[in-house]
């Protein structure tokens, strides 16, 4: 059975930085894809950014780019996200995901990933 487990959340200053961490288990890095998507209070879930473990390629929302990275750790077996400049718009739960396969097109969608975590709330106050 595949567990994400988020860690890394809290609370920060405008233009902070807060790194997120994912641990799988039951999953293994090299089978798709991977990524961080976002939940603001009366707002739908959204994808933020995603990596393919095979390859390493990624995909950013356009409110995050250039601000955000994703990785793997492969030595702690961890999906990051190193979230810098933080905006008070970023203020969010954050979930980790994982999909066994998707259309390209599709990586900010919800319904094309089948495993998630638990979140982890990020507040950042101006």
């Known amino acids: 059975q595949v567990q994400l487990v988020e860690s890394g959340g809290g609370s920060v200053q405008a233009g902070g930085s807060l790194r997120l961490s994912c641990a799988a288990s039951g999953y293994t890095y090299s089978s798709y894809c991977m990524g961080w998507f976002r939940q603001a209070p009366g707002k739908e879930r959204e994808g933020v950014a995603v990596?393919?473990?095979?390859?390493?390629?990624?995909h950013y929302a356009d409110s995050v780019k250039g601000r955000f990275i994703i990785s793997i750790d492969n030595a702690k077996n961890a999906l990051v996200l190193q979230m810098d400049s933080l905006k008070p718009e970023d203020t969010a739960m954050y979930y980790c995901?994982?999909?066994?396969?998707?259309?390209?097109?599709?990586?900010?969608?919800?319904?094309?990933?089948?495993?998630w975590g638990q979140g982890t709330q990020v507040t950042v106050s101006s």
């Open positions: 990596i393919y473990t095979g390859g390493g390629r990624t």
């Open positions: 995901a994982a999909s066994d396969g998707l259309d390209d097109d599709s990586w900010h969608d919800v319904s094309s990933f089948g495993y």
